[in-house]
């Protein structure tokens, strides 16, 4: 069974950094692109990122591009997303999804980003 | 960036019921592999969202079969042929045919009348 884990959200000020994790199972990790997907309160889902199978191809939304890392440690089977500079337009929950037609989800983490 | 555009935004239905939501792309969604990559997403209240339909028609596993999905090109649709309590939440459809960025409809609010 396919599992994907998120942590690491939580309460941050503005202008500060986060990282979220995303643990994987039940499928051969590295052979999978993989993405982040956020949802503001009450709002729809957003692409913020996407990673290749070995991490030699990361592309960014134009919102976070130059603000957020994405990577990949497939020893571990696990994807992560650095995120610095938070203002509160990145307050949502963040969902990290399996292949490039993200047939998995996890079930998210959230980020609030307030003073 | 291919936009989706996604309506109703709201659909009030009586259980049992047929229910149909429209997808429509700014672009072509036929990838030059010939495949068309428009996927459809149910999100229940409180819940992570659940993909339903991959490749414009094709149901994934456990999906009951009154789910279904046509269209081509750039008009889709994702139709509920009787809906049942369990089917409310938002819907999205979702373009992975000319990505980076994937993108999403609005989402389409299906409640029971």
């Known amino acids: 069974e396919v599992q994907l884990v998120e942590s690491g959200g939580g309460l941050i000020q503005p202008g500060g950094s986060l990282r979220l994790s995303c643990a994987a199972s039940?499928?051969?990790?590295?052979?999978?692109?993989m993405h982040w997907v956020r949802q503001a309160p009450g709002k729809g889902l957003v692409w913020v990122s996407r990673?290749?199978?070995?991490?030699?191809?990361?592309t960014y939304a134009d919102s976070v591009k130059g603000r957020f890392t994405i990577s990949r440690d497939n020893a571990e089977n696990t994807l992560y997303l650095e995120m610095n500079s938070l203002t509160a337009d990145d307050t949502a929950v963040y969902y990290c999804?399996?292949?490039?037609?993200?047939?998995?989800w996890g079930q998210g983490t959230l980020v609030t980003v307030s003073s | 960036d291919v936009v989706m555009t996604q309506s109703p935004l709201s659909l009030p239905v009586t259980l049992g019921q047929p229910a149909s939501i429209s997808c429509r792309s700014s672009?072509?969604?036929?990838?030059?592999?010939?495949?068309?990559?428009l996927n459809w997403f149910q999100q229940r209240p409180g819940q992570s969202p659940r993909r339903l339909i991959y490749k414009v028609s094709n149901r994934d596993s456990g999906v009951p079969d009154r789910f279904s999905g046509s269209g081509s090109g750039t008009d889709f649709t994702l139709k509920i042929s009787r809906v049942e309590a369990e089917d409310v939440g938002i819907y999205y459809c979702?373009?992975?045919?000319?990505?980076?960025?994937?993108?999403f409809g609005q989402g389409t609010r299906l409640q029971i009348k």
């Open positions: 999804t399996r292949g490039s037609n993200c047939v998995d």
């Open positions: 672009q072509s969604l036929v990838h030059s592999d010939g495949n068309t990559y």
């Open positions: 039940g499928f051969t990790f590295s052979s999978y692109w």
């Open positions: 990673i290749n199978g070995d991490g030699s191809s990361t």
């Open positions: 979702m373009q992975g045919t000319h990505w980076p960025p994937i993108t």
